[in-house]
């Protein structure tokens, strides 16, 4: 308030916001783990490949480091406490990680060799398809929890 008579401070204007959906805050966490695991798994391929290891093996090699760090953070973080059990949740994660593994190599080396593109092209093609494959298998399968609808709104 001013020291004035008769006149008022003014106060910075607020919108009321709601909170943030449990599920957004989740999937925002999600992507933050995903690139992450991208940075590893491009920098983990591109070494490999300029090292002389087939491109598909690459692939697969790269997306398994890059698993390895997701498992890590997407169990404490970004999925935390939605875990059944400690074992079944890592032997679920493993096989939906296998699949991805075995998704990418194959999906390199149809885009390099049936497609023409390079190594690093068909890695950057095929790895947004594997990326939402394995988060509608992880959130599904890994980490299924409660439903969003059943998620409380507000903290």
Known sequence: MSSRPGRIAARPMRLPLPPLPAEIARLVRFCGVGATNTAITLATFDLLVHAGCPAWAASA???AAGAVN?????ARWTFAGRAAG???TRLRYLAVQGA??????IGVLGAHDVLGLA???AELVILPLVTVLTY??????VFPGRTAEQLPTSA
């Open 61 to 63: 090699i790269a997306f």
């Open 70 to 74: 997701g498992y890590h953070w997407n």
């Open 86 to 88: 400690a074992t079944a």
């Open 100 to 105: 991805g593994t075995v998704v990418s190599a």
């Open 119 to 121: 190594h690093l092209a």
């Open 136 to 141: 509608v298998l992880m959130r599904s399968v």
